[in-house]
T-cell receptor, first 114, second 112 residues
Framework: DQQVKQNSPSLSVQEGRISILNCDYTNSMFDYFLWYKKYPAEGPTFLISISSIKDKNEDGRFTVFLNKSAKHLSLHIVPSQPGDSAVYFCAARPPQSIGNQFYFGTGTSLTVIP | DGGITQSPKYLFRKEGQNVTLSCEQNLNHDAMYWYRQDPGQGLRLIYYSQIVNDFQKGDIAEGYSVSREKKESFPLTVTSAQKNPTAFYLC???????????FGEGSRLTVL
């Protein structure tokens, strides 16, 4: 049972435009969310996170939005650059009192076209 | 530089053979994890360990075994009981439960 879902396997965006990657989750107990970026044959690298007490977190060109009522989060990349081309995974975690693991989505492959 | 080192990067195995993947970290992290990635699927948790000499099964532990004799090391053995072992394996660590996972570069196992 996939508790974290990324329904778009791929996304293409022109350089300089905004990239929006979406993620949905089913478990309302999740309280911490992360985005990872992954290049082929490499391990994922942490990008940005957000706690459930916030609805937005920004770090340079990257902004994550959290809509708890909709159980939805999104990653915005503005402006998109060719080096952003990678697979992006979202992940979620429940409070430690409930569970000890992160749940990952299936990933969205972003291609930024020069 | 601190980080997580996985070896080997590529590994080929014949059916019926056990193989052990190495994971070493010098980040002084307490928690370590093993994930498996298959095409079109998210990362799935195999095993995790929060402290030395203790580990728990993840969602897909069958056919795998681990040990945590040292804080720095969390090797994963893929046994012959694992029915579909060809995959990309990722080791990760974290400071207890406080934040993000730090990943190694992965090991690609191919069963011939």
């Amino acid at each position: 049972d996939q508790q974290v879902k990324q329904n778009s396997p791929s996304l293409s965006v022109q350089e300089g435009r905004i990239s929006i990657l979406n993620c949905d989750y089913t478990n309302s107990m999740f309280d911490y969310f992360l985005w990872y970026k992954k290049y082929p044959a490499e391990g994922p690298t942490f990008l940005i996170s957000i706690s459930s007490i916030k609805d937005k977190n920004e770090d340079g060109r990257f902004t994550v939005f959290l809509n708890k009522s909709a159980k939805h989060l999104s990653l915005h990349i503005v402006p998109s650059q060719p080096g952003d081309s990678a697979v992006y995974f979202c992940a979620a975690r429940p409070p430690q009192s409930i569970g000890n693991q992160f749940y990952f989505g299936t990933g969205t492959s972003l291609t930024v076209i020069p | 530089d601190g980080g997580i080192t996985q070896s080997p990067k590529y590994l080929f195995r014949k059916e019926g053979q056990n193989v052990t993947l190495s994971c070493e970290q010098n980040l002084n992290h307490d928690a370590m994890y093993w994930y498996r990635q298959d095409p079109g699927q998210g990362l799935r948790l195999i095993y995790y360990s929060q402290i030395v000499n203790d580990f728990q099964k993840g969602d897909i532990a069958e056919g795998y075994s681990v040990s945590r004799e040292k804080k720095e090391s969390f090797p994963l053995t893929v046994t012959s009981a694992q029915k579909n072992p060809t995959a990309f394996y990722l080791c990760a660590s974290s400071i207890e439960y406080t934040g993000e996972l730090f990943f190694g570069e992965g090991s690609r196992l191919t069963v011939l």
